[in-house]
Structures are given as C-alpha cells and as structure tokens.
C-alpha cells in the first residue's frame, strides 16, 4: 500500500495526500502496483451514518498523529464521532482490501484457487482483507442465536458472583478468567465453549439455570461448519504443516462502552525484526449486524500495513486509520501484527436490544454489539496472553 506506484505518485500519495504520515515508512513497502494483487471489480458497498437525536457529547476519544508522529487526544461529540467514523470506512484505500465472495462465482467454488490468492496476496502486503457475502444467512443466524445465549449465561454468571464487567472500575482493572476477559470498559471477549449450551453443564450454578427460558432449549449447541475460513487461514499461513484453530470466541461491546487503546493482539517474536517474518499467526472476525448500524455500534479501527512496521512506528500512523465496517454474513481476517482498536459503541440503553434486532430500533435504543472471531497459527504458536488461568466457574 505504501510502496506501490500509479501514474508517477505513489499509491500512498494518491489516497493520503503528499503530507501524510504514512509515507515515512514507505520504504518498508516495495512492491510495484504490477505485484499488488488486484481483486475482481465489485459495486462498493455504501454506508450511512445512522442519524442522531442532538450531538450531546459522547466519551470518545480521538488520537491523531501529531507533527512529529505524536498522539494527541480529542473528546469529539457523538455526531462528530460518526461523521469520522463514516469517513474512516469510505477511505479509498478500503477499496483495494475488499472483495466479494460473489465475484468468484457460487461460494467461490468456481474461482477457489483465484480467490485464495487474492486474499494471500493481500494479506501479505496489507495485514488487512474484507470477504463480503462469506457466510449464509443461515450460518449467521445460528451464530448469533449462540452468541447471545453464550453471553447471558457469562453475564448471569458474573452477576451471581458480583463481578463487575461494565463498570468504569475496568478502564484500569481486569477481569481475567479461563473463558473470558474484560480489558476495556464495556468490552468483553468470551471463548468458545460448547458446554456454555448444554443444560446439564455442571459448572452452572442451580441459581442460573433457573434464570434459563425455554427458548434456551432451541439455541444450536455449537457453530456451525466453516468449512471456508478454515481454508483461507490455511491459504494464508502456508506451510508445511497445516495451521491451527488456537480458540475462538465472542467479542461483546455493551452500550456506552469505551474506545480500546491502539494494540497488536500479541507481544513481537523478537525484539526486533518481528515485522519482516512471514505471517504466523492471523485473526478472522465474522459480522452479525446489518452496515447501517456498525457505525453507531462502533467498528474496528485498523492501520493498513502495520504488520509490517515496528510497533512504535505503527503507533506514529494510527492518524491514517480506516473503519472496518462489516455487514451480516461478512468476514475480515487480518495479520496478528497489526495495529488496531475497537472503538465505543454509542447506543445508550441495553434493554432495547432484542427490538433492534427486528429492526424496530429508535434513536434511545441500544444494542450489544458481537462479533464472532477465530484465530489460527502456524502449529509452533502458543498463545498465553489474553486468558487467565482460573475458571469463572470455579
């Protein structure tokens, strides 16, 4: 993305301008525009703020680049905030990381070889891929129905115990347990579990299970097959043996819930050169809500390239962020490397989630925004970061 040229100007120049940041690591991208994968021409999905009732403020913060590649901070308003938001997922450099599964024929089995490239190629050069139109809606909507089980038996769970989890306390406090952790504010990221569905788990307190409706009875026990992710993280690490499944999970952002910091999801390899290997580790999100709602319910903020930087230079370039906005049934997978945050999801009230969800939300609602994530490594990889050891259940 940094390195390519067009037309005489470098690609970086042509999407950021000549002032941006981003070309002061444009030696680290050298890659013609004749290398750069180019993905099949597809309509480019178009999204909309959703509208607001006022701009009262909202507890968001802005970090910009400053003039040495500093960061400075800036509390914008909730309509600023989407404004921005609408903008980051409209830059032009989104459209050269989004494909469509369509475009390579039924589910992709007329082009899958085509398509496995593609997304190798981009991954490699850009840390970053968006998959449209990957899972059927059948596949969502058994996700999402495990998804909310899974997460009012955690939450249940936690109440039982008096454990907080939405509470200002966890901007500097962790809750860190065996099958999830809270690191942020209103930001929950749940394991996958197959026995957080069965009714006869006994690590569930009688007390909880009383709580349980008879709608619990319908909810699917596991995921579904995903035959496809499966073998596009295997295009993507490689090698001579296949990679695996580490876990997969929820990530759940409540209303009101705050921006994450900028991270990599792991620590480096090597103090340094980390940033010149291979891919071998990568993570893939899978959507659950219709585009119209992500920019209120907060999308993912990435910096296109960073798996390829020193962490301190990807924290000079997170003023040249995109919004990741993802619809239903869309995936995105992206380089372990890369720098990235969640962002704040502005709806106000959880109550009204399961309205929303019709589509008979309003302007007070609020939802729980989830997102369905899988991470896959190349078999060496241990990750033994981002869990505790002890069980919730315990």
């Known amino acids: 993305l940094f390195g390519a040229?067009?037309?005489?100007?470098?690609?970086?120049?042509?999407?950021f301008g000549p002032s941006s940041t981003a070309s002061?690591?444009?030696?680290?991208?050298?890659?013609s525009a004749h290398s750069t994968p180019r993905p099949k021409k597809h309509k480019r999905p178009r999204t909309?703020?959703?509208?607001?009732?006022?701009?009262?403020?909202?507890?968001?913060?802005?970090?910009?680049?400053?003039?040495?590649?500093?960061?400075?901070?800036?509390?914008?308003?909730?309509?600023?905030?989407?404004?921005?938001?609408?903008?980051?997922?409209?830059?032009?450099?989104?459209?050269?990381?989004?494909?469509?599964?369509?475009?390579?024929?039924?589910?992709?089995?007329?082009?899958i070889e085509e398509l496995y490239a593609d997304v190798r190629g981009l991954m490699k050069h850009h840390g970053l891929v968006i998959l449209r139109d990957a899972?059927?809606?059948?596949?969502?909507?058994?996700?999402?129905?495990?998804?909310?089980s899974t997460r009012r038996r955690i939450c249940e769970t936690l109440?039982?115990?008096?454990?907080?989890?939405?509470?200002?306390i966890n901007d500097t406090e962790t809750v860190c347990f065996r099958e999830l952790a809270v690191r942020c504010r209103g930001r929950m990221d749940v394991r996958y579990e197959e026995d957080y569905g069965n009714d006869d788990d006994t690590k569930t307190t009688s007390?909880?299970?009383?709580?349980?409706?008879?709608?619990?009875?319908?909810?699917?026990?596991?995921?579904?097959?995903?035959?496809?992710?499966?073998?596009?993280?295997?295009?993507?690490?490689h090698g001579a043996e296949a990679p695996n499944l580490v876990y997969s999970g929820w990530i759940f952002s409540f209303p009101d819930s705050a921006d994450q910091p900028w991270h990599q999801d792991g620590s480096p390899l090597f103090e340094r050169g980390t940033e010149s290997l291979p891919s071998y580790a990568l993570?893939?999100?899978?959507?659950?809500?219709?585009?119209r709602e992500l920019l209120e319910l907060g999308p993912t903020e990435f910096v296109?390239?960073?798996?390829?930087?020193?962490?301190?230079?990807?924290?000079?370039?997170?003023?040249?962020?995109?919004?990741?906005?993802?619809?239903?049934?869309?995936?995105?997978?992206?380089?372990?490397?890369?720098?990235?945050?969640?962002?704040?999801n502005l709806s106000s009230s959880v109550d009204a989630s399961a309205r929303y969800d019709r589509g008979e939300s309003n302007d007070d609602s609020g939802v729980v925004r989830k997102v369905l994530y899988l991470m896959y490594a190349r078999p060496w990889f241990r990750e033994h970061l981002n869990f505790g050891d002890k069980s919730l259940f315990e």
């Open 304 to 344: 296109v390239g960073s798996h390829r930087m020193e962490t301190e230079g990807a924290m000079d370039e997170i003023g040249t962020a995109v919004s990741a906005v993802l619809g239903k049934g869309d995936i995105l997978l992206y380089d372990y490397r890369i720098c990235h945050r969640g962002t704040s």
């Open 159 to 168: 109440d039982a115990r008096k454990i907080p989890y939405d509470s200002p």
């Open 5 to 15: 040229t067009k037309n005489g100007q470098s690609l970086t120049e042509s999407i």
């Open 207 to 237: 007390a909880t299970k009383a709580k349980r409706t008879d709608t619990d009875n319908t909810t699917p026990k596991k995921l579904p097959p995903l035959s496809l992710i499966d073998n596009l993280a295997a295009s993507v690490l």
């Open 48 to 111: 909309k703020a959703p509208s607001s009732s006022g701009s009262e403020s909202a507890a968001v913060t802005h970090h910009e680049g400053g003039e040495k590649g500093g960061v400075k901070n800036e509390l914008l308003s909730r309509d600023e905030t989407l404004r921005r938001r609408r903008q980051q997922s409209e830059d032009k450099s989104l459209e050269q990381l989004t494909i469509s599964l369509k475009d390579y024929g039924r589910d992709g089995g007329g082009n």
């Open 135 to 148: 899972l059927s809606e059948g596949n969502v909507a058994e996700i999402t129905d495990l998804a909310d």
């Open 24 to 31: 002061s690591n444009s030696n680290l991208f050298t890659q």
């Open 283 to 291: 993570n893939v999100f899978c959507g659950l809500h219709h585009r």
